[in-house]
C-alpha cells in the first residue's frame, strides 16, 4: 500500500508533465505558440509567486502531519510547513495551461483527475493536510487571469 501510495503522490507528476508537454507543442497552432507560451509562464510564474508569498504569511500548521503523528513520510516533501502544496500547485497550473492553452477537453480532464488523484495521494502519504493541497490547486486559479485574452476568443 506504501508503494502506491507514494506512487500517486509523487508518480502521477509525470504523466501529467508529460501530456501538458505534448498538448502544449503538439496542439497549439503555430501561429498562436508564442502567445500561449508567454501566458503559460506567466500564469506559472504569478502563482508560484503568490504562493510564496502567502506559504511566507500563513502557516496552518509548523509540523506536517507526517511529524505529528511520528511517523514517516510515505511521500518526497520539502523541509517546510507545506502551505501550500507544491505539487497541487504545479500539477494544476499545467492543468490550466493544457485547457486554456489547447481547449482540448479529455487531455484537460486526464490532467485534471490526475492533479486530483496527487492532491489525495499527498494526504494519504501524510505530507500535506487537506488545507495544503486546497490552498495548492486554488493558487494555481489565480494564473487564469493571465489566460483572458484566451478565454474572450
Known amino acids: 500500500m506504501e508503494a502506491i501510495v507514494k506512487l500517486?503522490?509523487?508518480?502521477?507528476?509525470?504523466?501529467?508533465?508529460?501530456?501538458?508537454?505534448?498538448?502544449?507543442?503538439?496542439?497549439?497552432?503555430n501561429n498562436k505558440k508564442y502567445?500561449?507560451?508567454?501566458?503559460?509562464?506567466?500564469?506559472?510564474?504569478?502563482a508560484y509567486v503568490v504562493a510564496k508569498t502567502v506559504g511566507t504569511f500563513y502557516q496552518p500548521e509548523s509540523l506536517r502531519p507526517?511529524?505529528?503523528?511520528?511517523?514517516?513520510?510515505?511521500?518526497?516533501y520539502?523541509?517546510?510547513?507545506?502551505?501550500?502544496?507544491?505539487h497541487a500547485l504545479f500539477t494544476m497550473a499545467i492543468t490550466l495551461a493544457v485547457w486554456f492553452g489547447t481547449r482540448d477537453k479529455l487531455l484537460a480532464s486526464v490532467?485534471?483527475?490526475?492533479?486530483?488523484?496527487?492532491?489525495?495521494?499527498?494526504?494519504?502519504?501524510?505530507?500535506h493536510t487537506p488545507l495544503d493541497v486546497a490552498g495548492g490547486l486554488l493558487i494555481a486559479c489565480?494564473?487564469?487571469?493571465?489566460?483572458?485574452?484566451?478565454?474572450?476568443?
Open 8 to 29: 500517486v503522490a509523487d508518480g502521477l507528476v509525470i504523466p501529467v508533465v508529460l501530456i501538458g508537454a505534448y498538448a502544449l507543442l503538439c496542439k497549439v497552432p
Open 35 to 46: 502567445q500561449t507560451y508567454a501566458r503559460v509562464l506567466m500564469a506559472g510564474l504569478t
Open 66 to 76: 507526517f511529524e505529528l503523528m511520528g511517523v514517516e513520510p510515505g511521500a518526497a
Open 78 to 86: 520539502l523541509n517546510n510547513p507545506g502551505f501550500p502544496s507544491d
Open 111 to 127: 490532467c485534471l483527475v490526475l492533479t486530483l488523484l496527487v492532491g489525495i495521494g499527498r494526504v494519504l502519504a501524510l505530507v
Open 142 to 153: 489565480i494564473g487564469i487571469i493571465w489566460y483572458k485574452p484566451l478565454i474572450k476568443r
